[in-house]
C-alpha cells in the first residue's frame, strides 16, 4: 500500500469506495507524513505493548502504530470506512478494527478482551474536534487501565486543557485532566497537513495517567460537582457561583470558604489544584455535617 499521507493515495481510495468526507463526523485526514510517525513514537507504541485508538480514518496513524505496537484496536463509528481500513491495513496482522461509539462501548471489556497478552495499553488517536472533550473526560473519568492518552486536538483546546490550573486560561476541562493524569504539549500541527484542510491549528497533547491522583479532595463526586458549578460561572465571585446553581447555601458556602482560608470574593479560575482540593474537603465536611 502506497504512503496513506500521499493525497493521490487518498483521492483514489476514497474514489474507489465512493468516500466523502463528513462535516458531521469531523473528518480530516492527515497528509502531512512526519506527523503520524512522531506522535506514534511519543504515544507509547512499543514492542509488546498494545494501543487503543479512537477514530481511524483510512489507517494513517494506525498503520505506524502497528509497526511498533504488539496489537492495535481501533474503534470506528464510520461503517463507510470499513471496507477502507480493510484495504489499506491490509498487510497489518496486529490490527482489529471495533465498529462502534467509543462513548457507548464497554472500553474495560475491549482492554480486558484484546488486550490481555500485552504488558501495557496505551490511547492514541486523532480526536475529532466536535468530540475532544467528552472523549477525554469519558477515556479518564473510566479509569481505564491505560498508561497514557495521546490525541490531536484543536490547538486552543491543547493549550486549555495543558494550561496551569489556577490561570486564567484554565478551565473545567484542565482541572479534570490534572486530577487523572499530567497533562503536556508535544508538538504542533499546521491546518495544512490536513486534508481537507480545518479552519484551525492543532497540537499533539499527552496526557500520562496517574496511578493515584495525589490530590484528596475527599469525595471525587462532590469535587467534580463544585468544579462544574464554580465554572458554569467562573466570571463570579465563588460564594455567588457555588450558590447561584443550588450547589450550596449561601451560609454554607461561606463557612467552607472560611475553612479552606480563601477570601469570599475570589474567582475559581484563581485556585491551583491545593485551594480546590481543601475547598471540596471544607465542602465535604460541610455536607457530612448537615447529614
Known amino acids: 500500500m502506497a504512503a496513506l499521507s500521499d493525497i493521490g493515495t487518498i483521492k483514489d481510495i476514497m474514489q474507489r469506495h465512493g468516500f466523502a468526507f463528513s462535516k458531521g463526523l469531523g473528518q480530516n485526514f492527515l497528509i502531512n507524513p512526519s506527523v503520524c510517525?512522531?506522535?506514534?513514537?511519543?504515544?507509547?507504541?512499543?514492542?509488546?505493548?498494545?494501543?487503543?485508538?479512537?477514530?481511524?480514518?483510512?489507517?494513517?496513524?494506525?498503520?505506524?502504530?502497528?509497526?511498533?505496537?504488539k496489537k492495535v484496536v481501533a474503534i470506528e463509528l464510520d461503517d463507510r470506512l470499513l471496507p477502507v481500513l480493510a484495504e489499506t491495513l491490509a498487510e497489518y496482522g496486529n490490527v482489529e478494527i471495533v465498529h462502534g461509539d467509543v462513548m457507548k462501548l464497554d472500553l474495560h471489556q475491549i482492554i480486558a478482551e484484546k488486550f490481555s497478552d500485552c504488558a501495557g495499553v496505551t490511547v492514541c488517536a486523532n480526536l475529532p474536534y466536535y468530540i475532544t472533550s467528552p472523549v477525554?473526560?469519558?477515556?479518564?473519568?473510566?479509569?481505564?487501565?491505560?498508561?497514557?492518552?495521546?490525541?490531536?486536538?484543536?490547538?486552543?483546546?491543547?493549550?486549555?486543557i495543558c494550561a496551569a490550573v489556577g490561570s486564567r486560561e484554565s478551565g473545567a476541562l484542565t482541572v479534570a485532566v490534572n486530577y487523572y493524569s499530567q497533562p503536556e504539549i508535544l508538538f504542533k500541527v499546521s491546518r495544512g497537513s490536513f486534508m481537507p484542510p480545518p479552519n484551525v491549528d492543532s497540537a499533539?497533547?499527552?496526557?500520562?495517567?496517574?496511578?493515584?491522583?495525589?490530590?484528596?479532595?475527599?469525595?471525587?463526586?462532590?469535587?467534580?460537582?463544585?468544579?462544574?458549578?464554580?465554572?458554569?460561572?467562573?466570571?463570579?465571585?465563588?460564594?455567588?457561583?457555588?450558590?447561584?446553581g443550588g450547589f450550596l447555601s449561601r451560609s454554607d458556602a461561606a463557612s467552607a470558604l472560611n475553612a479552606?482560608?480563601?477570601?469570599?470574593?475570589?474567582?475559581?479560575?484563581?485556585?491551583?489544584?491545593?485551594?480546590?482540593?481543601?475547598?471540596?474537603?471544607?465542602i465535604c465536611n460541610i455536607k457530612q455535617t448537615v447529614i
Open 260 to 282: 479552606a482560608e480563601i477570601p469570599l470574593n475570589t474567582r475559581i479560575e484563581a485556585l491551583g489544584m491545593d485551594e480546590l482540593a481543601k475547598l471540596s474537603r471544607s
Open 136 to 160: 477525554i473526560m469519558s477515556l479518564l473519568e473510566n479509569h481505564l487501565p491505560v498508561k497514557a492518552v495521546t490525541v490531536m486536538v484543536q490547538k486552543e483546546a491543547a493549550e486549555r
Open 37 to 69: 510517525p512522531r506522535m506514534a513514537e511519543m504515544g507509547g507504541a512499543q514492542d509488546e505493548w498494545g494501543v487503543l485508538e479512537v477514530g481511524p480514518g483510512i489507517g494513517v496513524l494506525t498503520a505506524e502504530l502497528a509497526k511498533r505496537a
Open 204 to 244: 499533539v497533547i499527552r496526557m500520562t495517567v496517574r496511578e493515584t491522583p495525589p490530590f484528596d479532595v475527599g469525595d471525587e463526586k462532590l469535587f467534580f460537582g463544585m468544579i462544574k458549578a464554580g465554572f458554569s460561572q467562573r466570571r463570579k465571585t465563588l460564594s455567588n457561583s457555588l450558590t447561584s
